[in-house]
């Protein structure tokens, strides 16, 4: 899809330092892919949470798993 649009600069800027891309349009598409797999980040973390799996909250019990 094509559309028009004002960007930030330098937010654009940042992002594209934090993402590692080069383009603008590499940049947005990175940027809503990160945006879109943080809701299923969320429900897999709260899945675990949810299942008595505290030991991923255990900063001593997850030293061992990195």
Known sequence: MRTVIDIDKELL??????LGTSTMKETVNAALQEIA?????????EYWCSRDNTDLLDPEFMKQAW
């Open 13 to 18: 800027e940042a992002a594209q330092h934090e």
């Open 37 to 45: 797999g943080r809701a299923k980040r969320r429900e897999a973390f």
